[in-house]
């Protein structure tokens, strides 16, 4: 199946959430306004199977609401607000893939190419051509299963998931230091249920203990991060009656 379509959309104004101060609470924004186009195909294969989707899409924000930085001029501080920003222009193509070569075996993967940048800025020409936060600009995920019979309606499935996201920046500016760099995970099961009544599951996550930031946000020439999860392994059970 092939398909188009193209819409427009908008995200009320409206009024800071919970104000710090008084210059805070007088600062309002106005509506953000999207127009989007996408197309793409929808196909099943190789006696069905797979399916692949494919999808390419644009998109153009105008008053493109934002965490900015400004000064106070009552106290010439530096304060945190939301306001109508920029406009942005995002484009990209995401991939999906799901196969089944074998009734126990299954295979996806995804992947996603986004260029999601500022084509205007207030009061920062500087920060035209800068990519949006939380905006990689390549990501994509892969997993295998196996599943294998057993006795009493049982099955034993394992499973690896593996993920990658290139950089994100945290601010418009794209401070190295804000960001979150690019990082690699991997998570693994194995999972034994019998007649979908119980299950027993022996996980992973993080299995290459890989060191990453699940969040960064640039403050005073430095960021203030949050580290993610180490490597964890546990053992779940459920029994439904």
Do not use: C
């Not at 106070?72 to 999906?96: F, H, I, R, W």
Request: no cysteine.
């Amino acid at each position: 199946m092939v398909y188009g379509r193209a819409s427009t959309g908008f995200k009320s104004g409206g009024y800071q959430g919970q104000p710090f101060d008084e210059f805070a609470a007088r600062n309002t924004y106005n509506p953000e306004t999207v127009d989007s186009m996408e197309i793409g195909f929808k196909a099943t294969l190789l006696d069905n199977t797979m399916r692949l989707n494919v999808s390419l899409f644009d998109a153009t924000y105008k008053n493109f609401q934002e965490m900015m930085t400004v000064t106070d001029p009552a106290t010439n501080l530096p304060k945190t607000v939301t306001k109508n920003a920029a406009e942005v222009q995002s484009k990209g193509t995401e991939m999906e893939l799901l196969w089944a070569p074998t009734e126990n075996l299954e295979l996806s993967l995804s992947r996603s190419w986004l260029n999601s940048k500022y084509s205007k800025y207030t009061d920062k020409p500087q920060n035209i051509g800068n990519l949006t936060r939380n905006a990689p600009k390549d990501s994509y995920a892969m997993s295998l299963s196996y599943a294998v019979p057993m006795a009493n309606d049982g099955s034993l499935t394992f499973r690896l998931d593996y993920r990658h996201q290139s950089i994100s920046f945290q601010d418009p500016g794209n401070a190295i230091f804000g960001a979150i760099p690019a990082h690699d995970l991997l998570d693994g099961s194995i999972l034994y249920t019998v007649n979908d009544k119980f299950s027993l599951k022996l996980w992973g996550k993080n299995l290459q203990n890989e060191k990453y930031l699940a969040h960064n946000f640039p403050l005073a020439g430095q960021g203030v991060t949050v580290s993610g999860m180490p490597r964890m392994y546990g053992l779940t059970g459920s029994w439904n009656y």
